[in-house]
């Protein structure tokens, strides 16, 4: 019988997935009975697993936009017009839900806001991966932290079993985190709340649930009422003293170093760690332990700085006055949109325009770049856009 000559190719292929299942199968029967000896009921355990097969979560562990996209690109997509729009709309429309977790957790409204508008754009993007499915892919499968997502599967299952979260609405991120604020399981089962009263902490279908939920985890995390996260302020040219997000101290020693606001108030009392998110040549800011509160809901600066932002512009402050080190500044997702549009214009399949840059967008751009004599890095920059506006 003669044989194709990819046979060898598509064996090769079988064989080496076989063990991959096995792997995974015998991988999820450990995780079944760790579950089960943390005393999540068998029912519990076989629904949710019964026909459970690996996704594509692990691949991307190095893909998280906040350590890999220049902050000016990060801030401008995540804090722009329309963000602040409808953020002050839906404080006004869950305004009674936010004066009580106010009272409750000492976190004010627009603080809380910020979070649900980076986390999920307000609810608009939870994610569309079963949180089951991603974390027991990940402590199968990932290159690290898999005892992180062992621990994380079974308290999945853990809110399964006690009915908070029913199991069609259970998706979210690739890393597992999940709800209109995006909680990782084991931060639910500790923090979650019910706010609404129905009975169940659904961060999931229930944004009042959500946004106390988040505000009691910044108050466990230090939150205080009525400290400013931060102030924009200005750095002596040259200066070589002291930076970074833990490298606190008293407001009086940054003013003998000639840190002043950019509004020319004095800095006050307290402390506050110097924060240089570009280095010494863009924008600076005095953070306070507000910040750090803000900082621990997800572990980088960019992400902590997006929603501090966010939450002085629902206040009706400006956002960040002095310039970004660049001659190309990120774009605001309205600008994103017509970029897509604009190659759409001139015959690139992109999809509909929705200002994510995705894989498409990023190939489009790049072959456009390349055609119009730029550097073809695939980025939906200023000069990309004005490009496209001349042609």
Same mark, same amino acid.
């Given at each position: 019988?003669?044989?194709?000559?990819?046979?060898?190719?598509?064996?090769?292929?079988?064989?080496?997935?076989?063990?991959?299942?096995?792997?995974?199968?015998?991988?999820?029967?450990?995780?079944?009975?760790?579950?089960?000896?943390?005393?999540?009921?068998?029912?519990?355990?076989?629904?949710?697993?019964?026909?459970?097969?690996?996704?594509?979560?692990?691949?991307?562990?190095?893909?998280?936009?906040?350590?890999?996209?220049?902050?000016?690109?990060?801030?401008?997509?995540?804090?722009?017009?329309?963000?602040?729009?409808?953020?002050?709309?839906?404080?006004?429309?869950?305004?009674?839900?936010?004066?009580?977790?106010?009272?409750?957790?000492?976190?004010?409204?627009?603080?809380?806001?910020?979070?649900? #508008?980076?986390?999920?754009?307000?609810?608009?993007?939870?994610?569309?991966?079963?949180?089951?499915?991603?974390?027991?892919?990940?402590?199968?499968?990932?290159?690290?932290?898999?005892?992180?997502?062992?621990?994380?599967?079974?308290?999945?299952?853990?809110?399964?079993?006690?009915?908070?979260?029913?199991?069609?609405?259970?998706?979210?991120?690739?890393?597992?985190?999940?709800?209109?604020?995006?909680?990782?399981?084991?931060?639910?089962?500790?923090?979650?709340?019910?706010?609404?009263?129905?009975?169940?902490?659904?961060?999931?279908?229930?944004?009042?649930?959500?946004?106390?939920?988040?505000?009691?985890?910044?108050?466990?995390?230090?939150?205080?009422?009525?400290?400013?996260?931060?102030?924009?302020?200005?750095?002596?040219?040259?200066?070589?003293?002291?930076?970074?997000?833990?490298?606190?101290?008293?407001?009086?020693?940054?003013?003998?170093?000639?840190?002043?606001?950019?509004?020319?108030?004095?800095?006050?009392?307290?402390?506050?760690?110097?924060?240089?998110?570009?280095?010494?040549?863009?924008?600076?800011?005095?953070?306070?332990?507000?910040?750090?509160?803000?900082?621990?809901?997800?572990?980088?600066?960019?992400?902590?700085?997006?929603?501090?932002?966010?939450?002085?512009?629902?206040?009706?402050?400006?956002?960040?006055?002095?310039?970004?080190?660049?001659?190309?500044?990120?774009?605001?997702?309205?600008?994103?949109?017509?970029?897509?549009?604009?190659?759409?214009?001139?015959?690139?399949?992109?999809?509909?325009?929705?200002?994510?840059?995705?894989?498409?967008?990023?190939?489009?751009?790049?072959?456009?770049?390349?055609?119009? #004599?730029?550097?073809?890095?695939?980025?939906?920059?200023?000069?990309?856009?004005?490009?496209?506006?001349?042609?």
């Amino acid at each position: 019988m003669k044989t194709s000559p990819l046979f060898p190719t598509l064996l090769a292929a079988l064989l080496c997935a076989v063990p991959a299942r096995a792997d995974f199968s015998s991988c999820l029967s450990g995780l079944r009975h760790a579950a089960a000896a943390a005393g999540v009921s068998a029912r519990a355990i076989e629904s949710a697993t019964g026909a459970l097969e690996p996704n594509d979560a692990p691949s991307f562990m190095d893909k998280q936009p906040e350590f890999k996209t220049p902050i000016w690109d990060y801030l401008a997509g995540l804090v722009d017009d329309e963000r602040v729009d409808e953020g002050r709309a839906l404080m006004r429309r869950h305004a009674a839900a936010l004066q009580t977790a106010e009272q409750r957790y000492g976190v004010d409204a627009a603080t809380v806001v910020a979070v649900w #508008g980076v986390e999920s754009d307000f609810g608009k993007n939870f994610g569309k991966r079963s949180v089951v499915q991603s974390l027991a892919t990940l402590a199968c499968e990932a290159r690290r932290r898999n005892d992180y997502f062992r621990g994380e599967f079974i308290a999945a299952l853990k809110i399964l079993d006690a009915g908070d979260i029913a199991p069609d609405e259970f998706y979210g991120s690739w890393a597992g985190a999940f709800g209109h604020t995006q909680f990782m399981p084991s931060t639910f089962l500790r923090i979650a709340v019910d706010l609404d009263g129905d009975g169940r902490r659904n961060i999931a279908s229930s944004a009042a649930d959500a946004l106390g939920s988040t505000a009691n985890y910044l108050h466990k995390s230090g939150y205080r009422p009525g400290l400013r996260w931060g102030v924009e302020v200005r750095i002596p040219e040259g200066y070589s003293g002291p930076s970074g997000r833990t490298a606190r101290q008293p407001m009086s020693a940054w003013a003998s170093r000639g840190v002043r606001r950019l509004d020319g108030q004095p800095l006050g009392e307290g402390a506050a760690a110097l924060l240089l998110p570009a280095g010494r040549d863009g924008p600076a800011f005095l953070v306070t332990q507000n910040f750090d509160a803000i900082y621990s809901y997800n572990a980088a600066e960019s992400y902590a700085l997006a929603i501090s932002i966010l939450s002085d512009r629902l206040r009706g402050r400006s956002g960040v006055q002095s310039a970004w080190p660049t001659d190309d500044p990120g774009l605001s997702r309205a600008e994103r949109r017509e970029v897509q549009a604009l190659l759409a214009r001139h015959g690139y399949e992109v999809g509909e325009p929705d200002g994510v840059i995705g894989t498409k967008t990023t190939q489009a751009i790049a072959d456009f770049q390349g055609r119009a #004599g730029m550097r073809a890095d695939g980025r939906a920059g200023r000069r990309t856009l004005e490009a496209l506006r001349d042609r």
